[in-house]
């Protein structure tokens, strides 16, 4: 037995495809793992499906690494952080942290998006006031902003803290009173008579990081290059008071390794998580389904009578039934969830391999071997277990390998569909919500790119190990030597 | 006498497959209560309709509200809701059978009609096309590409062939046609300015009066659709062939028929690609199904006015009782294609005459 | 004038082992309406010698020399088109071994034995299928066999086919190799007794390769015994089957079994030699009885003791 799969293990060595393909299959497991290692295992429905988590990313933007091929330079994406105030000043009734930012903005185009958010508000007597200033390079300032955390309740006992979980966050570009404060900016300092409309629906950032230019009849933004400071003025009540982290985001162009979808969502974080469970998907239903196809096989080969008359009907029906369509049709009844998928795909994959076992068997069956065993008085599950099933393991074994690409697809394009599993992110459901918020037309290339590239890889990868198993399972194509 | 008797068991194993599904999809829908909602849908709907015509004779309210629950009761009856479900089995798998599922809930045939059987109906020709001709073409390629390479193995062609297979099969037919817009529509309008080829529908609005033009659009349109799908079925298609044709010339009667003086391009004719024909053809028929499958997300990706399109539209909406009619007419669709292919394979091999 | 005169004839395959020297210096004449019974081990180089006078030759070829004329016509200079078109089938025909799988299993059977009427020859269809009716009763087989296929037949049955497929342009030479050997023993007879009836009525000439020296002497006139790729002994039937010259043909002769003597057939004791590296001198003399020390340094002439009977053995001449 060790002797053929020596030689088994040679004849499969011996094609590129082959060892393309065991090289592909370590690094796929060597990132599953990596993944199951480092990440919590409800992270689908805890941070993916979240919004509020990725709220402060820019939303549909390329990865960074775009910007190194030249042309004009994008918005970095910047979050600013400050737990400590760069300035503390006192008065009789009131005690004010300045926090500061300064930004160098030597881009040549304008951020996305700004934000600013407030966590842990500490009180005792009478709420904190946040106020917000915008300084820009050409020393304008402009208050953006004022903000009172909401005020001790009757029944509360001091400390109160607001802003914990989740922290205020103000979505500056979406803010009625930030445009109230551009509107009267660009009235005052260039005579420009705006509506908050316009401003909103322009984009505050425009004003804000700009320069107005007037021609003809139409209005277009310059940017004002240089350094703009932030200052936020928490003023408190209560010497005890404390704040606890101020964070002023400054929306890019780009982020991160592989950008970001619609929701602002990493890309890269949500396509590795991707990795293991198209591994498992691609696993378990194929092994369920050789298992359940070769036992029904040998069993309906070796047994005969009504035992194979059975398996072999049911084989034939099942067989013949379109597999898209039932599954369709089965997750929208059932429900969306990745068992089904799982018990659907097995349920209609294991006539196929049945049926060509069992016709091997047949032939395996009358060789003088096993009527030898037979005479020698061994049970039938022995002459099965021990002596048909071995027969078959090769084409077995390859098949195993086939299956894997065919489950990851199914469930991909189940995915795709909008019927896949919810609670967690696959490959099928990014690039689901890729199409249907029509990123293919607008040429978001870096959300409909790689997913379906790793798809491709992935199933490549067995591809091409069903491919190198060919010539052990087929000897007429072995190598011609 | 023996092709007869072939032909009527497949054609018997094939409609059993037929009502085996049927009665699954009948099965699932009552026991998750689907068909109750969808009955009662349908009832609801008559009621309505007979309210408002009834209205106009009967005058006073009371009457009419008496007459209207008695009208219900009858109904309900008559859809078998007062049964439980699993008495309804027969008369439901009767019901979808015949396509008589009411209206749906919001998607509407390219008349107007909210009726399920016409909605579906309409569109199966357009999927129709689509998938015949990609099938056809694949098939075409793949048998002279396979036979090609299959007689000359171990070259690098067949090397080649080996690596671009194993792509297109791994390649997710939604995904090759999501590429194939970005680029031929979106990247070519950025960078030369105009669409190679459109991003998706059949005609364009509005469709050409001339019906050569209008046909010629329609075949404009259907290049990418067709295209993806023939990318996926073609790379396991020449593979199978290739392999199947591998092994037919190492047989003695390729050798005996070069020994008799038959030219080689008869050779590869006749006693090759002849004598593969069948166990090729039978791997299309097994490929079928996964034909119908890419069809569905094709039409999907390009909105291609076919069932598949429809499905997506019908899972966005929740639209059960179309989900229903075309998981449904799919199956139907695949019966009648394997028959027809089956029969196809009984006149091309006559080993399986009995 | 010969039918078949074979001259020098080599054949070297091309092997990942190296080069195989399948046949090496073959010789042979077949006269019009002889039979030659081509007798020896298997891999022997039997059937190497007819695919090289045939060129019916795989694609890992390295060497193919000889003259090999044809009613006189030198054929191995032909290009491949022209042999194609007038040598084969036309002239020289042949029956394969392995007869199960000879035929193409799509097509009917009396369409293949009339491809060659076809192909070579103009006519009709309705002509070709008369003649191809025509030899079928010659054959022994029922008019109504035409539209079978492959898979309706039985072994003999086919074997039947394949002939008057070899029969059917009434080629000068039909090759027959092991037509017999994959059937059972009845059917064999049967067609032995179609082989020597066609002989005697339609006067062919025939090579018949077999590794069966009994079954060869009921057909043969004529024998050539071939050891290692070298035809070790020629000779007319009752020269080589009473008067045995070769070592190797007199214990070939011996380890048959006869039927009316009470002796224990012998056997020829080691295996035939690796045809890529041959034993020096005479292939055979590892083996032989009577080997001497010339045996193993001098590759033996062919030597002629007797008018018709020629033999490669240092023991007759030199």
């Known amino acids: ?481 | 006498m023996g092709i007869a008797r072939t032909l009527t068991i497949r054609a018997v194993t094939l409609i059993a497959v037929l009502i085996l599904v049927l009665f699954m999809v009948v099965t699932v829908l009552g026991a998750t209560g689907l068909s109750d909602k969808l009955l009662g849908a349908i009832v609801n709907e008559r009621v309505r309709a007979e309210r408002q015509s009834l209205a106009q004779s009967i005058r006073d309210p009371d009457e009419l509200n008496r007459v209207m629950e008695a009208r219900e009761l009858e109904l309900t009856k008559l859809y078998g809701l007062d049964l439980p479900w699993y008495l309804r089995l027969p008369q439901m798998a009767y019901r979808v059978l015949i396509l008589d599922l009411g209206n749906a809930r919001s998607l509407k045939s390219f008349k107007g009609s909210r009726v399920i059987a016409d909605i579906v109906l309409e569109r199966l020709p357009n999927t129709l096309l689509l998938m015949t001709s990609a099938i056809a073409i694949s098939a075409v390629l793949g048998l002279v590409v396979g036979v090609k390479i299959g007689t000359n193995p171990g070259t690098r062609k067949d090397r080649a062939l080996s690596y671009f297979s194993a792509i297109s099969f791994a390649l997710p037919t939604w995904w090759t046609g999501i590429l194939l817009i970005l680029t031929c529509a979106f990247w070519f309008q950025m960078t030369f300015g105009f669409k190679l080829f459109p991003p998706g529908g059949m005609y364009s609005t509005p469709p050409p009066a001339d019906p050569w033009v209008a046909a010629l659009d329609v075949v404009y349109h259907a290049a990418l659709p067709v295209l993806t799908l023939v990318v996926a079925l073609v790379g396991s298609y020449t593979y199978t062939a290739r392999t199947i044709v591998l092994n037919v010339a190492q047989e003695d009667f390729v050798t005996v028929a070069r020994a008799k003086g038959v030219p080689e391009k008869l050779v590869e004719r006749r006693y090759i690609m002849r004598v593969a024909a069948p166990p090729i053809l039978t791997n299309i028929i097994i490929g079928l199904a996964g034909s119908i499958g890419g069809a569905i997300l094709t039409e999907a990706v390009f909105n291609w006015p076919g069932m598949g399109t429809l499905y997506y539209q019908a899972i966005l909406q929740l639209d059960e009782a179309v989900i229903i009619a075309l998981t449904y007419i799919f199956t139907l669709v695949y019966v009648a294609g394997r028959f027809i292919l089956e029969v196809l394979y009984i006149a091309l091999d006559p080993r399986v005459r009995y | 004038m010969s039918i078949l005169q074979v001259e020098d004839l080599k054949l070297h395959y091309q092997t990942l082992r190296g080069t195989v020297r399948a046949v090496e210096d073959v010789r042979f004449t077949i006269e019009k309406g002889e039979t030659l019974g081509l007798v020896g081990e298997s891999g022997c180089g039997k059937t190497s010698t007819v695919i090289a006078v045939t060129r019916v030759l795989p694609k890992n070829i390295e060497a193919l020399e000889g003259k090999v004329l044809l009613m006189g016509e030198d054929i191995s200079k032909l290009p491949d088109e022209k042999f194609r078109k007038e040598v084969r089938w036309k002239k020289i025909s042949m029956v394969f071994q392995g007869a199960m799988n000879s035929l193409n299993p799509v097509i009917k059977v009396g369409d293949q034995v009339a491809e060659p009427i076809l192909l070579h020859e103009q006519s009709t269809k309705s002509e070709a299928r008369e003649r191809v009716l025509d030899l079928l009763e010659i054959i022994g087989l029922p008019k109504e066999f035409y539209s079978r296929y492959a898979h309706e037949l039985s072994g003999g049955m086919k074997q039947r086919i394949i002939i008057a497929m070899a029969l059917i342009l009434n080629p000068s030479l039909v090759i027959l190799d092991e037509p017999t050997s994959a059937l059972d023993v009845s059917i064999q007879a049967q067609i032995m007794n179609l082989l020597k009836s066609l002989k005697r009525k339609l006067g062919i000439s025939m090579i018949f390769i077999t590794h069966d020296i009994a079954l060869a002497s009921d057909l043969s006139d004529k024998f050539a015994v071939m050891y290692a790729g070298n035809i070790v002994e020629v000779g007319t039937a009752e020269q080589v089957l009473t008067k045995a010259l070769h070592p190797y043909t007199q214990l070939l002769l011996a380890s048959t079994p006869r039927l009316r003597r009470d002796v224990v057939p012998s056997y020829i004791p080691g295996s035939p030699p690796d045809l890529v590296a041959p034993p020096t001198g005479c292939r055979f003399h590892p083996r032989c009885p009577k080997a001497f020390d010339r045996c193993s340094s001098e590759v033996p002439a062919d030597f002629e003791p007797e008018p018709g009977h020629r033999v490669r053995c240092w023991l007759y001449g030199g």
């Open chain 1, 1 to 481: 037995m060790s002797v053929r799969f020596r030689e088994a293990w040679s004849e499969f060595w011996v094609s590129g495809v082959s060892k393309l393909g065991v090289a592909f299959l370590i690094a796929l497991s060597a990132i599953s793992i990596y993944v199951l290692v480092s990440y919590p295992l409800d992270f689908g429905l805890r941070r993916w499906n979240n919004p509020p988590i990725w709220s402060d990313n820019p939303k549909a933007v390329p990865p960074a690494w775009t910007t190194s091929f030249g042309g004009e330079s994008v918005v970095e994406h910047t979050t600013f952080l400050a737990t400590e105030p760069t300035n503390v000043t006192e008065s009789a009734k009131s005690r004010t942290l300045t926090y500061e930012f300064s930004i160098d903005y030597g881009y040549d185009g304008f951020p996305s998006f700004t934000s600013l958010s407030v966590t842990n508000a500490t009180f005792h007597t009478r709420a904190p006031q946040f106020t917000l200033f915008f300084e820009r390079p050409d020393n304008a300032t402009l208050k953006l902003l004022r903000e009172v955390a909401p005020a001790k309740r009757s029944e509360e006992e001091p400390p109160v803290t607001r802003w914990t979980e989740p922290p205020r966050r103000v979505y500056l570009s979406g803010d009625d009173r930030v445009a109230s404060a551009i509107q009267s900016f660009l009235s005052r300092d260039f005579e420009l008579k705006v509506s908050r409309d316009l401003i909103m629906r322009v984009h505050p950032e425009l004003p804000l990081f700009g320069v107005p230019k007037q021609e003809n009849e139409t209005l277009s933004w310059e940017v004002l290059k240089g350094t703009y400071h932030i200052r936020v003025e928490a003023e408190l009540f209560d010497s005890r008071d404390t704040v606890g982290e101020i964070k002023y985001v400054l929306g890019g162009g780009v982020f991160g390794m592989m950008g970001t979808d619609s929701l602002g969502r990493d890309l890269a974080v949500g396509l590795i998580f991707g990795f293991p469970v198209a591994l498992f998907i691609g696993f378990v239903t194929s092994t369920l389904t050789t298992v359940i196809g070769a036992a029904g096989g040998v069993a309906s080969g070796y047994l005969g009578g009504k035992v194979d008359l059975i398996i072999q009907r049911a084989a034939d029906l099942v067989y013949n039934v379109p597999l898209l369509p039932i599954l369709i049709f089965f997750t929208f009844a059932v429900g969306r969830g990745l068992w089904v998928i799982v018990v659907i795909l097995v349920a209609f994959g294991w006539p196929g391999l049945a049926i060509i076992v069992r016709s091997m068997v047949l032939q395996v069956r009358e060789s003088q071997f096993i009527e030898a065993a037979r005479s020698l008085g061994a049970s039938r599950r022995w002459i099965m277990f021990r002596h048909v099933f071995p027969q078959v393991a090769p084409y077995v074994f390859s098949q195993l390998i086939f299956y894997t690409p065919s489950a990851i697809l199914s469930e991909a394009a189940l995915s795709f569909l909008g019927l896949g599993d919810p609670s967690i992110p696959t490959w099928g459901q990014i690039l689901q919500l890729g199409f249907q918020s029509g990123g293919v037309y607008v040429g978001w290339w870096w959300w409909i790119v790689p997913p379906g590239l790793l798809i491709v890889v992935t199933a490549v990868t067995f591809v091409f190990l069903a491919l190198g198993m060919e010539p052990v399972v087929n000897p007429r194509l072995r190598r011609m030597r």
